[in-house]
């Protein structure tokens, strides 16, 4: 990850305020200005990736190479990119944090050029995850406390994305993640069992499950839908009995077919055997609707394993995120074109203990009544300040906000968001930027 | 990208086989089950990165550590780990051609543990870059000729993905991109205007563009729509008139409203001020059904800037795709599973040159009349083979495909796909395969 990892215009804008000494600080502020279709909150995520980037943020000689050669740029322009690095301040909504539409996520004060050069990879990394960790959180929510884990490393888009779905959906409750690099870079509990090749590569499905037995005691979780499903869970079932497995180190997976009914047949199968404490797991191209369909049925599941379809944010594989120019110079801007017009200034939300809608205010505005800050500073001149970014602290705040979410944000369809009301003085604030604005462009400046 | 990039059973698996000695050779095939909705075929893509994978396969000590401690695997199995890297056989089909569902993408095999490892990289890789591959086609299918360019590194699903999408859209013929790594990675060309924030920062949009006219007399595309998008056009063709510009590097990009009216007054204006070549780009939330919709109303748009529904293929995120163990140990091997069954052995699809079905038969059939093999060997013993590796190859067989797919498999709503049959070899085997197992099965084999 380098500086480079951004949009052309990123580079041409740069250049042109530094030709143009236009270095003094602005602020950018980065929000969704929609919640998807059927969301009810965003769950805040990214915010990790964002500052190990920013914190490293620099053109080496390569790339600086590259934009004398390709784009031409004269060596007064690459000199000065070649000083740059990232010395802003940045206030962020740390991980784990419920937001809901326009409220900001980050917002990044430093001197024009940087702060423009460091948007492409910010609201890559906030939109993606911050989209991923909602879906998630969505499944934690219709699980309805049955375990869940991440299976999604095998389509999620890329490498950079496994990562980040095994991270998030831990972060909003999920047990642990199939994904080996991502369980050993943040401490995850790795899960996993047998694949259907497994059980073909010997000659009989009962081969197959009494050698798993026999290599792995502790943790036998049988495949059963290779063939069919129902005589593969007696062949579980009898194989636990004749080697003596404990029963609360058994369970099987389903992977197919009609999980409701198979689970209870299973549970019955298994029960009978006398293995009250094997486990059932369900897979197979889940998602909230179906896990919840599944859990109000009443289907005796005890963990579920999700993975595409929260791996990639299936019906929301994005947010309408926008980074954008509210303060230059001391001076507040905002866009006006139609549908898409922005609120000038740097902000701050403020929550109220109880459930009441979040208020936008300008950033120097006291705190409403009862009332709590959730931008905080992550960075000051280029550096890390503040706590709370340990793993813990976001699942910490997840589990915070979760309880505090009212149901009619939390349904899975047709949610209703707490929503966020403007505090006066920031309407007053955009009411004086528009006609500053007008009354410049009426004078007809040049 | 390292060995542990893969899911815990596959270790799991792989550890067994070690175990017990099972490492006779091993055919998987990888395919995509169904096509999503409304697509009427796939375009191939990421074998390069999987080729990549596949060369550099390893377990580093810091990887056999975190297994020894976590996992609780025994010296003898991380030795045998340890030893681990990819000698096999690869067939693929190379990239850029076209393919439809049950068509194998990728068949490896290798020896049982090798060939098991893999399975989790190789189906991320193939899965997310023929998504957002067919995504891409299907926008330059719509855009019947007008310029594409790839806007869409802001929200693809992280980094890697970020590249991915600029390289498989430039393979189906987007002309360039806004992501300068990528386009300084794959020799793409970078393409990139301004923000709103640069017309923002300065005092007025007229001053902005005088400015950015300044720095880049060459390419001088203004973004009109920060305020009032026809008065925008109106200054753009003054300035370019004041300063002299020449007609043919000027542009205007629109990013908001209805871009079919906007293009149409803004074509006007540009017209009218004497700047017949000047350029009109259209960009904001486009995929291949509102460029669809823009180029049959005629709106006179010479570029379309996609970004983030192409880059997240935004209604297919994901494919059907498996992994299946199709032979082992010279037996073939199949899975049962209703909804979810799969054909024996290791396969070949032949395309004949008219518009017919695809052929899929076993590997080794010989050739239908007048049709010619997809699957091609990529690696023999672990090395790389054969030709067509070169990323212009992969473009020229995007070419020569789409030119053959006939145009009721190229719609963009209800598609007809070719389809593919299967021989009558492949059918025989299927059967004999599956009595084998029933016959094994009943004869209560231990």
Same mark, same amino acid.
């Given at each position: 990850? =380098? ?48 500052? &190990? ?13 590259? @934009? ?8 007064? &322009?690459?000199?000065? @990119? ?37 948007? =492409? ?140 009914? @198979?689970?209870?047949? =299973? ?75 922005? @609120? ?48 813990? &602290? ?53």
């Amino acid at each position: 990850m =380098t500086a480079l990892h951004t949009d052309l215009y990123e580079i041409r804008m740069a250049v042109s305020y530094l030709r143009r000494g236009m270095t003094e600080p602005a602020t950018f502020s980065l929000f969704a200005r929609d919640l998807p279709h059927d969301r009810g909150f965003l769950v805040c995520a990214g915010l990790a990736d964002c500052l &190990d980037f920013l914190a490293r943020f620099h053109f080496d000689d390569d790339e600086l190479d590259y @934009l004398r050669e390709e784009l031409g740029l004269g060596e007064r &322009d690459l000199e000065a @990119l070649a000083r740059l690095c990232f010395e802003g301040d940045v206030w962020a909504v740390p991980e784990g944090h419920v937001v809901f539409a326009n409220e900001p996520l980050i917002e990044v004060t430093a001197s024009l050029p940087q702060a423009q050069l460091v948007e =492409t990879t910010l609201l890559n990394f906030l939109t993606f995850q911050t989209a991923v960790a909602t879906k998630a959180a969505r499944c934690r929510i219709a699980a309805d406390g049955a375990e869940l884990v991440d299976f999604s490393a095998r389509r999620t888009h890329g490498v950079h994305a496994a990562f980040a779905a095994a991270r998030v959906s831990a972060m909003v409750g999920f047990a642990g993640t199939s994904h080996v690099a991502a369980a050993s870079r943040f401490g995850l509990r790795p899960v996993g069992t047998m694949a259907h090749s497994y059980v073909e590569a010997f000659p009989s499905e009962r081969a197959a499950f009494r050698a798993f037995a026999e290599d792995f005691p502790d943790a036998t979780v049988f495949l059963v839908d290779t063939y069919d499903t129902v005589n593969g869970v007696r062949t579980a079932a009898d194989l636990a009995k004749t080697l003596h497995l404990p029963s609360a180190r058994v369970g099987v997976r389903l992977d197919s077919g009609d999980l409701d009914a @198979l689970s209870r047949v =299973t549970r019955k199968i298994l029960d009978d055997a006398g293995l009250p404490e094997a486990r059932i797991m369900a897979s197979g191209g889940l998602d909230e609707h179906a896990i919840l369909r599944l859990v109000r049925a009443g289907a005796p599941i005890d963990s579920y394993g999700v993975g595409t379809k929260m791996g990639v944010s299936a019906d929301a594989p994005s947010l309408d995120t926008a980074y954008k120019l509210v303060e230059y110079a001391g001076r507040p801007v905002m866009k006006t074109s139609p549908g898409k017009a922005t @609120l000038p200034g740097a902000k701050q939300v403020y929550r109220n203990g109880s459930a009441g809608p979040d208020v936008l205010t300008r950033r120097a505005e006291q705190a409403p009544h009862d009332s709590l800050p959730l931008l905080v500073p992550v960075m000051r001149a280029g550096e890390r300040v503040g706590s709370g970014h340990e793993f813990a &602290d976001a699942r910490a705040r997840f589990e915070h906000d979760l309880a505090w979410l009212p149901e009619a944000a939390k349904r899975l369809r047709v949610p209703e968001p707490v929503g966020v009301q403007r505090s006066a003085q920031l309407d007053e604030l955009a009411e004086r930027t528009a006609k500053a604005f007008r009354s410049r462009e009426a004078a007809g400046w040049r």
